[in-house]
């Protein structure tokens, strides 16, 4: 992990530091702390904000270089909007918002994190810490020529807080979710020339220190339980294919745990059914799923979550050499059903169908939950804003979409039914890995389906919301680690305790 910067905490009233912020709300309202810091300099706020015309809306700021009276470079003014409806997700953005204010020679902050009337939770403020750490994320480890200027701020921040020792046990807890969405960032920032599947088993392998069960299964192993439709994957690449399997039994002994499956196609050529080369170089981001796992069980073992969770990874590499597989070709998958494959792009449902009929047999977990940059269509049908959720349980469709509200990592239910299910029916074999142009993301969903029996059972296509992401107040990387925040969330809200 990259040394990530530096968060203390520190009782109000603060020193001004080299860089100095205050919060305000609408109509400029300044907390009682804020108010006593910013004595000295008179009326300066006021005239200032009134010839930028800042009001304090939420996100926005006001910049003062300087300012006579008080001893700091530079006085930023954080607006924060109607401060007695903050929500967690909105202090999340907010530290994101202070992170991108601050500029690339930051050194020392000191944020004093105080409003009028309402008090700032010790949560509120983790989370606040939290957008900061994430806005400050850069994968800049192969930019060898730098220029201090272009690099990303790593300040040493101090947050003044009416109860440093609350916000510090509070962070401690959020930290580690942070570093989880930091690994699944790097993992699908990282090139597939250096992140093979056996170099990604490995850094999952890392997880051991947090007391993480670590298994690897390679491919002998993989052979002998069956897994023919992961192993055609990747018998095209010079690479061995590899299944990673992660416990955290943070839970009661003999509780059934959650299972996490990730898609892990450490690059997709598309194999014999090739890709054009536009855009290819996007295809090492097709681990999405798979990083995000690892992530999110970073972040379970970090915060000690009391649940048990296991979190299984298929990790292969697409690609067409002379032992790649062809179209026509029929494999035989764990479950027994035999697939035709019609396209060789249509890869990540075979590699999960295996996976998750594994899980399945192996763990008899509570519900699976998978992720995978699994389709095109899924981009096409929501954008960039929602990943596609797929389930055969209402209630955990329903919890998935309330952790997606408030972590803002946000989920559009997109349906199944036997319709659909027709689509992939094959005339050689038990199915076909394509079912035509129409409703894509869906057919590919139908096709996981075949491989879950009757657990319940969710499906996150994250094609739009893990790679080549927008920016955003908590991100400006090309992979966004989408998926860590929502479903620690997720066990947080509704499987601890
Ligand atoms: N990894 C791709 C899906 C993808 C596309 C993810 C763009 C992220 C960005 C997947 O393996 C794939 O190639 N899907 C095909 C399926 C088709 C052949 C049925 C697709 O979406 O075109
Ligand atoms: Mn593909
Ligand atoms: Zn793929």
């Known amino acids: 992990m990259p040394d990530p910067m530096k968060i203390s905490f520190a009782k109000i009233p603060a020193a001004p530091g080299a860089i100095t912020v205050v919060l ?88 004093v994190l105080e409003l009028p009337e309402v008090e700032v939770s010790p949560e509120a403020v983790a989370e606040f810490a939290l957008g900061l750490r994430l806005r400050g994320y850069a994968f800049d480890r192969y930019k060898t020529r730098q220029k201090p200027e272009e690099q990303a701020a790593r300040p040493k921040v101090t947050l003044h807080v009416v109860d440093d020792v609350a916000a510090k046990r509070a962070w401690k807890k959020r930290e580690g979710v942070g570093d989880g969405v930091v690994i699944a960032r790097d993992l699908v920032n990282e090139p597939a020339n250096v992140l093979t599947p056996t170099e990604f088993a490995r850094r999952a392998g890392e997880l051991s220190k947090l007391g993480v069960a670590v298994e690897v299964l390679d491919e002998k192993q993989l052979k002998k339980l069956g897994m023919g439709a992961l192993l055609g994957v990747g018998q095209g690449s010079e690479q061995e294919s590899r299944v990673v399997v992660m416990r955290w039994d943070g839970g009661k002994e003999g509780v059934a745990p959650l299972a996490f499956i990730g898609k ?107 992720l995978a940059t699994l389709t095109g269509a899924i981009m096409v049908a929501l954008g960039q804003e929602h990943a596609g959720l797929f389930a055969n349980d ?59 029996g009757d657990v319940p059972w969710a499906h996150l296509d994250i094609a739009g919301t893990a790679i080549s992401s927008p920016a955003s107040d908590i991100n400006r990387s090309w992979a966004s680690g989408w998926g860590v925040r929502l479903l ?3 066990v947080a809200e509704n499987y601890e305790g």
């Not at 915060?303 to 979190?311: L, Q, S």
């Not at 972590?407 to 035509?436: C, H, Q």
Request: aromatic share 6%.
């Open 24 to 111: 305000a709300g609408e109509g400029l309202a300044l907390s009682a702390g804020a108010a006593a810091l910013l004595e000295p300099t008179g009326d300066l706020l006021a005239r200032a904000a009134a010839s930028e015309r800042f009001e304090g809306k939420a996100g926005s700021a006001l910049e003062l270089v300087a300012p006579a009276g008080l001893e700091t470079g530079r006085l930023v003014v954080l607006g924060v909007g109607k401060a007695a409806e903050l929500k967690p997700l909105d202090w999340l953005k907010l530290g994101g918002a202070l992170m991108g204010r601050l500029p690339a020679a930051a050194k020392e902050v000191a944020v």
């Open 264 to 370: 892990g196609v450490v690059f997709d050529t598309g194999g014999i059914s090739i890709k054009q080369a536009a855009g290819m170089e996007d295809m090492k981001g097709d681990m999405g799923g798979a990083a995000c796992v690892v992530g999110l069980m970073h972040a379970l073992a970090s915060r000690k979550a009391k649940v048990n969770a296991v979190g299984v990874i298929g990790l292969v590499e697409n690609m067409p050499d002379g032992n790649a597989q062809r179209p026509g070709d029929i494999v035989t998958s764990m479950s027994g059903q035999t697939i035709e494959i019609i396209n060789t792009d249509a890869e990540g449902r075979l590699v999960l169908g295996d996976v998750l009929w594994y899980v399945k047999d192996r763990f008899k977990p509570q519900f699976m939950i998978d």
């Open 394 to 452: 209402d209630a955990l469709a329903a919890r998935l979409t309330e952790a997606g509200l408030a972590t803002g990592e946000k989920v559009w239910r997109m349906p199944l039914a036997p319709e659909y299910d027709k689509l992939i029916d094959s005339r050689f074999a038990d199915m076909k890995n394509t079912g035509g142009r129409f409703g894509g993301s869906i057919t590919a969903a139908q096709f996981l389906k075949r491989f879950v």
């Open 488 to 490: 620690d969330r997720l």
